[in-house]
């Protein structure tokens, strides 16, 4: 499968840390991003890449050349002047051909199912979309209940956030949208094509991604970013992101609002929470991967816990979450999981 980078970015937000390397080159975790990206590429399918340049393109076509170390094919096509993002993938034009293409900043980190992007897209443009909770930044996406893109607010003040999704530079393109740029013009998604688009009708699809994504714009997202991949928030292309440990906040709140109401009945918190009454005996304790707590014992006193927990949870008035209650105890059962 093909692909168009979109990697001529000069990062002039990120001057204070990048010493004036490209945006795309910028390391992350001791890597650069942009070979990070390639990664993510390979392991979707994706093994035949075109490279925008403009800024410093040498130092791209010198880290990466034709590809062949990194287990995919490169080309590039370098503009004088910048084409802005639909110019720069009209300028691949004859390296996309007839068919359908994925196109993706450089600058952006991810670890986006790709594949299924492309695979899923069916007609115009699909745009890949991503929940933030800070939204003015970027470009935000309004659709339909069944994801047909109706509008595009572009960097809006609060006044006029209308919703938290917003475009993530990855789009999954028909040959139908790209004949609409002109060639050897400036012209971009978010200013040009995408409200033309509209106007004539053409089929838009924005589709919510599941995983991470950061534009490392900005000193502070790019510090974020590599702090996330750290934490393993952020699946590091390659083989070496580790383990996804999801922050909750949920467990250590939960735990915190058993233990303030079992401090007056004998509990004991020297290896989690252990309590030991009538009922018999049961220790709660978060687990340290997700967000879910163990609970262990005889089967009233286990019971008598959950209880005591779920009531507090509905107490603190917060809507249904990504929490499980999981037993270990041969007494009750074999390890099940319910859900809450």
């Not at 390397?21 to 990070?36: A, H, I, Q, S, V």
């Not at 074999?334 to 859900?339: A, G, I, K, N, V």
Request: charged share 25%; with cysteine; net charge negative.
């Amino acid at each position: 499968m093909k692909a168009v980078i979109l990697s001529g970015g000069e990062g002039t937000r990120l001057r204070a840390v990048s010493g004036g390397l490209p945006k795309p080159m910028m390391p992350l975790l001791g890597t650069p991003l942009l070979e990070r990206t390639v990664a993510l590429l390979r392991e979707n399918g994706f093994d035949r890449l075109c490279m925008t340049l403009h800024y410093e393109p040498e130092v791209i076509r010198r880290h990466f050349g034709s590809g062949g170390r990194f287990g995919v094919k490169i080309e590039y096509r370098e503009e004088t002047e910048p084409l802005g993002t639909a110019g720069a993938v009209k300028n691949c034009a004859d390296f996309i051909g007839g068919e359908p293409i994925l196109v993706m900043s450089g600058d952006c980190a991810c670890d986006y199912d790709l594949a299924a992007l492309l695979r899923e897209h069916t007609e115009g443009v699909t745009v890949a979309l991503a929940a933030h909770a800070e939204p003015l930044p970027y470009g935000l996406v309004v659709t339909d209940g069944a994801g047909r893109i109706t509008g595009f607010v572009e960097k809006p003040s609060w006044e006029r956030v209308v919703t938290d999704r917003v475009s993530t530079g990855i789009y999954a393109l028909s040959p139908e949208a790209l004949e609409r740029v002109p060639a050897g013009e400036k012209y971009d998604f978010a200013k040009d094509l995408f409200p033309r688009l509209l106007a004539e009708g053409v089929p838009m699809t924005g589709r919510v991604m599941e995983g991470y994504w950061c534009d490392i714009g900005t000193p502070e997202a790019y510090y974020q970013c590599n702090l996330d991949a750290l934490r393993g928030l952020y699946r590091l292309p390659g083989g070496d992101g580790g383990r996804r440990i999801l922050p909750c906040r949920d467990r250590a709140r939960l735990m915190r609002a058993v233990s303030e109401a079992m401090v007056g009945f004998g509990a004991d918190f020297s290896d989690g929470l252990t309590v030991q009454n009538e009922n018999g005996r049961a220790h709660l304790a978060p687990l340290p991967d997700r967000c879910a707590l163990s609970l262990d014992g005889d089967a009233a006193a286990v019971r008598a816990l959950e209880t005591l927990a779920r009531r507090l949870e509905a107490q603190a008035g917060q809507p249904p979450r990504h929490f499980d209650f999981r037993y270990f105890s041969s007494k009750i059962r074999p390890e099940s999981t319910r859900t809450v």
